[in-house]
């Protein structure tokens, strides 16, 4: 079945402890994005990824890093995650851009106490 | 820059009736747009997109779309509401003057509830 895996799908740590959020697609998709989702904000993008070695920021790339190391994955790290990092998480992959639509994860809700 | 207008945060309707979510976009190119839903405790799924092609789009599930550019509207309406479309849905718009970040800007959600 064609995917997008994220983990964990729910997630509960304290203020400054490293945390990774994978994805992974079987899609062989060239193109990957994270979001996050906010009331009343809808989603917003954090980074995206064009292909393997190739990231860039979206619109709200504070606190957060990527990588693109294999096609099919495209970790996210918080390095010192803060209660604003509080927010439901997407992971999504496409052919190539936005244009063909996204194929999104099930999402993971992160909780920064 | 691009971005999405969806009127109404909140919208319910009668079993059987009509659904009608607004979405207004706004782009400096040929846009391509996008319906999402959203289950509770899903990821969205893609309901229909248009993509310069026919201006009246059909979906999954019923749902239809109609691009009017004259307006910059691409509002989503289905006949007769059941109570399984209770949802939040999602209006995107992608433009494809940034190659390599063609990325979707996504409207803040319409909450559908339907009502018995």
């Known amino acids: 079945e064609a995917q997008v895996t994220q983990n964990p799908r729910y997630l509960i740590t304290v203020t400054g402890k490293k945390l990774t959020v994978t994805c992974s697609q079987n899609?062989?998709?060239?193109?990957m994005s994270w979001y996050r989702q906010d009331p009343g904000l809808g989603l917003r993008q954090i980074y995206y990824s064009m292909n393997v070695e190739v990231t860039d920021k979206g619109d709200v790339p504070e606190g957060y890093k990527v990588s693109r190391k294999e096609k099919r994955n495209f970790p996210l790290i918080l390095e010192s995650p803060s209660p604003n990092q509080t927010s439901l998480y997407f992971c999504?992959?496409?052919?190539?851009?936005?244009?063909?639509?996204?194929?999104f994860g099930s999402g993971t809700r992160l909780t920064v106490v | 820059a691009q971005s999405v207008t969806q009127l109404g945060s909140h919208v319910s309707v009668s079993e059987g009736a009509l659904v009608l979510l607004r979405c207004n976009y706004s782009s400096s190119v040929p846009p391509y747009l996008f319906w999402y839903v959203q289950y509770p405790n899903q990821g969205l799924q893609l309901l229909l997109k248009y993509t310069s092609a026919a201006t009246l789009v059909k979906g999954i599930n019923g749902f239809e779309a109609e691009f009017k550019k004259s307006e910059t509207s691409f509002h989503l309406t289905k006949p007769s509401a059941h109570m399984s479309d209770a949802a939040e849905y999602f209006c995107?718009?992608?433009?494809?003057?940034?190659?390599?970040?063609?990325?979707?800007?996504f409207g803040t959600g319409t909450r559908l509830t339907i009502i018995p």
């Open positions: 899609m062989n998709h060239e193109y």
């Open positions: 995107a718009v992608s433009g494809n003057f940034n190659f390599g970040n063609e990325k979707l800007t």
């Open positions: 999504a992959s496409s052919p190539r851009g936005g244009n063909y639509g996204y194929t």
